[in-house]
């Protein structure tokens, strides 16, 4: 089973803002976490990721800086900000909210419903 | 800077110039350079060539176009009423601090012309296009170049997914059991819209059908029907204006090496595990299949709207169309195989067999470990990709309308033809089998 694109999209600021919220992480590292999360049933490629971190750079929910590798090529690293924080709890109160809601509207039945 | 880096950093090089230079750009290309070689780390461990390695790295990085072209964008807007000038940079700088003009440096640190010729006793290196690159590490000339040392570890990374199969699920209002006894009929599950998941069961002669309803009416329970050579085992009435969240799980006897098996989904996902059967034929119109551990003698499975995700799988002969999704295998041992995506990729880790693959718009990849056929290998509009046994002899055959092709291997190896998109020949002293490949618009590349 695959996680359909059209499910999961709405979603992906919020995978990534709760991911940077354990700690700082560049891209490819991010793109790994987002596997290990999902226990390997959902896979966001590399530019699906950066539009997201422009976005959200944008949005100043994350900031980025450079790595101090000593050797190999630098890292550019990504940071949640306050707001970003912030944005990630609202986020997960409207999950919580929403989760439930939609999972009676794709599976309830009217019957029961129409009895009240 | 290593070899690797500066070929990664060169085939960046030409993705990127497709677009006009910006800070924003350089930076990301830089974070490129960074994920690629880590990536290329890990497709290392598993991939036996240099050259193999780096195009997986790649691989992984999907459609980056998008986000070039909007960074490219987003910087011409910015600077929009600067034109070609950026204002905070000078053009010209000559000053105690050294002598600046466009991106030739040459100050305190050393000689810099942009990226491509760096002299500063560190990082020194001299770059010509994508054809030539020298630093500390080596040096590159065209396609040749001069590795150093990679270590590598052993590290699989794989699918684990593990489902429980026997228990009743929490939203179960309703449980439905069947027991049928084998025979060498055709069993056919016949679901409308459900989940099915078939397992190995503790019974050694009954076939097990567990159904769960999240609403109680004994008329959604299956119905069964036997005839001479068959038999059916169909889904219960199915309301139409509401949906009944639907389970099944079907075990099977775990010697039931004979069993021919049909399973018909047209909504709804299958999973099997732990299987040995002598036939599993499934058909899914809308749903996925994934599955672990399968053995039978043949299999045909045709999905039509549906990824098909498999790990272990021994079968002696079988089909895989999927129409719309792609199938990714791993750990398959198919004596026979004919697998096809219309619309998905194709993608097979430690292949043991033979047979035909073909992706019309995805694109194929094989990592073969062994071979005991000839392989035919087809794809319409995008490239081929194949790992050839690291010890078998082969013949080849290999030819592109358009694109590149390569084979990797620099001795034992003869040409019968050998031109930019086809070449024909053999590898090895004793070949016994051909990997024949043909891409109408895409390139293929033999590792």
Redesign the interface.
């Given at each position: 089973?695959?996680i359909s694109k059209d499910l999961i999209r709405g979603h992906t600021d919020t995978i990534i803002l709760n991911i940077l919220n354990q700690g700082d992480s560049?891209?490819?590292?991010v793109a790994k976490s987002i596997r290990l999360l999902s226990?390997?049933?959902y896979d966001l490629?590399?530019?699906?990721l950066?539009?997201a971190f422009?976005r959200l750079e944008k949005g100043d929910d994350i900031t980025s800086y450079w790595g101090d590798?000593t050797q190999?090529?630098?890292?550019?690293y990504y940071k949640i900000t306050t707001s970003g924080q912030q944005h990630l709890v609202s986020a997960l109160q409207e999950w919580e909210f929403a989760k439930d809601i939609i999972s009676s509207l794709?599976?309830?039945?009217?019957?029961e419903g129409a009895s009240l | 800077m290593t070899s690797i880096e500066m070929e990664i950093r060169t085939r960046l090089d030409v993705i990127f110039s497709k677009y006009t230079p910006n800070t924003q750009l350089t930076e990301f290309k830089e974070e490129l350079v960074a994920d690629l070689m880590e990536a290329y780390q890990d497709f290392a461990k598993q991939d036996k060539s240099h050259d193999e390695a780096l195009d997986d790295a790649f691989a992984q990085l999907g459609d980056i176009d998008i986000v070039l072209r909007d960074l490219s964008q987003t910087a011409k807007t910015n600077g929009a009423n600067h034109d070609d000038e950026p204002k905070k940079e000078p053009f010209i700088d000559i000053s105690d601090d050294g002598f600046h003009v466009g991106n030739l440096h040459i100050d305190g640190h050393g000689v810099r012309l942009g990226d491509d010729i760096v002299i500063d006793g560190k990082h020194d290196k001299v770059q010509f296009g994508d054809w030539l690159h020298v630093d500390h590490d080596g040096a590159r000339v065209g396609k040749k170049y001069y590795k150093f040392d990679d270590d590598s570890n052993m590290n699989q990374s794989h699918f684990d997914e593990n489902e429980e199969n026997d228990s009743a699920p929490t939203w179960a209002a309703a449980h439905h059991n069947a027991q049928i006894p084998i025979s060498d009929k055709q069993f056919v599950f016949d679901y409308r819209d459900a989940t099915v998941n078939f397992y190995t069961n503790d019974k050694t002669d009954l076939i097990t059908v567990d159904e769960y309803f999240n609403r109680d009416n004994a008329r959604y329970f299956a119905h069964i029907e036997e005839n001479d050579d068959r038999v059916l085992v169909s889904q219960g009435d199915h309301p139409l204006l509401f949906h009944v969240r639907t389970l099944i799980n079907v075990g099977f006897p775990k010697n039931f090496d004979t069993g021919y098996i049909t399973s018909i989904n047209h909504s709804g996902r299958v999973t099997a595990q732990n299987l040995t059967l002598g036939t599993f034929n499934l058909v899914i119109h809308s749903g996925s299949f994934n599955g672990q551990q399968i053995k039978a003698t043949t299999a045909a499975w045709e999905v039509h709207s549906g990824a098909v995700k498999a790990d272990g799988l021994t079968f002696e002969k079988a089909e895989i169309f999927d129409q719309s999704g792609s199938v990714k295998l791993l750990n398959a041992a198919i004596s026979h195989a004919k697998i096809s995506a219309t619309s998905g990729s194709v993608q097979v880790d430690n292949f043991v067999g033979g047979g035909q693959f073909s992706a019309n718009s995805g694109s194929l990849r094989l990592r073969i470990t062994e071979l005991t056929d000839d392989l035919k290998l087809h794809a319409h509009s995008s490239s081929i990709r194949v790992t050839a046994p690291a010890t078998q002899h082969f013949n080849f055959d290999l030819s592109s309308n358009s694109g590149m092709v390569t084979i990797e291997r620099d001795e034992n190896i003869h040409f019968d033809k050998n031109t930019t998109n086809y070449k024909r020949g053999f590898y090895g002293t004793n070949p016994k089998f051909t990997i024949d490949a043909n891409v109408n618009s895409g390139t293929i590349k033999v590792y």
């Amino acid at each position: 089973m695959a996680i359909s694109k059209d499910l999961i999209r709405g979603h992906t600021d919020t995978i990534i803002l709760n991911i940077l919220n354990q700690g700082d992480s560049y891209g490819y590292q991010v793109a790994k976490s987002i596997r290990l999360l999902s226990d390997q049933q959902y896979d966001l490629n590399e530019a699906t990721l950066y539009t997201a971190f422009r976005r959200l750079e944008k949005g100043d929910d994350i900031t980025s800086y450079w790595g101090d590798e000593t050797q190999g090529a630098r890292r550019k690293y990504y940071k949640i900000t306050t707001s970003g924080q912030q944005h990630l709890v609202s986020a997960l109160q409207e999950w919580e909210f929403a989760k439930d809601i939609i999972s009676s509207l794709i599976t309830g039945n009217i019957n029961e419903g129409a009895s009240l | 800077m290593t070899s690797i880096e500066m070929e990664i950093r060169t085939r960046l090089d030409v993705i990127f110039s497709k677009y006009t230079p910006n800070t924003q750009l350089t930076e990301f290309k830089e974070e490129l350079v960074a994920d690629l070689m880590e990536a290329y780390q890990d497709f290392a461990k598993q991939d036996k060539s240099h050259d193999e390695a780096l195009d997986d790295a790649f691989a992984q990085l999907g459609d980056i176009d998008i986000v070039l072209r909007d960074l490219s964008q987003t910087a011409k807007t910015n600077g929009a009423n600067h034109d070609d000038e950026p204002k905070k940079e000078p053009f010209i700088d000559i000053s105690d601090d050294g002598f600046h003009v466009g991106n030739l440096h040459i100050d305190g640190h050393g000689v810099r012309l942009g990226d491509d010729i760096v002299i500063d006793g560190k990082h020194d290196k001299v770059q010509f296009g994508d054809w030539l690159h020298v630093d500390h590490d080596g040096a590159r000339v065209g396609k040749k170049y001069y590795k150093f040392d990679d270590d590598s570890n052993m590290n699989q990374s794989h699918f684990d997914e593990n489902e429980e199969n026997d228990s009743a699920p929490t939203w179960a209002a309703a449980h439905h059991n069947a027991q049928i006894p084998i025979s060498d009929k055709q069993f056919v599950f016949d679901y409308r819209d459900a989940t099915v998941n078939f397992y190995t069961n503790d019974k050694t002669d009954l076939i097990t059908v567990d159904e769960y309803f999240n609403r109680d009416n004994a008329r959604y329970f299956a119905h069964i029907e036997e005839n001479d050579d068959r038999v059916l085992v169909s889904q219960g009435d199915h309301p139409l204006l509401f949906h009944v969240r639907t389970l099944i799980n079907v075990g099977f006897p775990k010697n039931f090496d004979t069993g021919y098996i049909t399973s018909i989904n047209h909504s709804g996902r299958v999973t099997a595990q732990n299987l040995t059967l002598g036939t599993f034929n499934l058909v899914i119109h809308s749903g996925s299949f994934n599955g672990q551990q399968i053995k039978a003698t043949t299999a045909a499975w045709e999905v039509h709207s549906g990824a098909v995700k498999a790990d272990g799988l021994t079968f002696e002969k079988a089909e895989i169309f999927d129409q719309s999704g792609s199938v990714k295998l791993l750990n398959a041992a198919i004596s026979h195989a004919k697998i096809s995506a219309t619309s998905g990729s194709v993608q097979v880790d430690n292949f043991v067999g033979g047979g035909q693959f073909s992706a019309n718009s995805g694109s194929l990849r094989l990592r073969i470990t062994e071979l005991t056929d000839d392989l035919k290998l087809h794809a319409h509009s995008s490239s081929i990709r194949v790992t050839a046994p690291a010890t078998q002899h082969f013949n080849f055959d290999l030819s592109s309308n358009s694109g590149m092709v390569t084979i990797e291997r620099d001795e034992n190896i003869h040409f019968d033809k050998n031109t930019t998109n086809y070449k024909r020949g053999f590898y090895g002293t004793n070949p016994k089998f051909t990997i024949d490949a043909n891409v109408n618009s895409g390139t293929i590349k033999v590792y």
